[in-house]
């Protein structure tokens, strides 16, 4: 998830430009419109930073010689990112169901 939401950001002005180049097209898709508005830009950042510190503990932790203290150290940084974040209630609750 991580990667699509980097591919998307990598080509943003492209995809922003997309929809204002149809903008008289009566056949292009609405939901396609979004791409042209800030307000998914700066949700699909902030959902980018929120889910990053669970990317990078999923990557360090498929090494073969992780121990108890590398998972123990992942769940710390997932709580770090967690807990700096909006809405860092909710994440953090989640993550210490978990």
Known sequence: MHKCFASLLRVRSA?????????SDTEFPDKLRVLGKQPFWSGLE???KVIRPLCIASYHLQRDENTLADALRSFGDIYTGFASRDRADTLVMCDEER
Request: no cysteine; glycine share 0%; net charge negative.
């Open 15 to 23: 995809l922003e430009d997309f929809p204002y180049s149809y903008r």
């Open 46 to 48: 902030a959902a980018q």
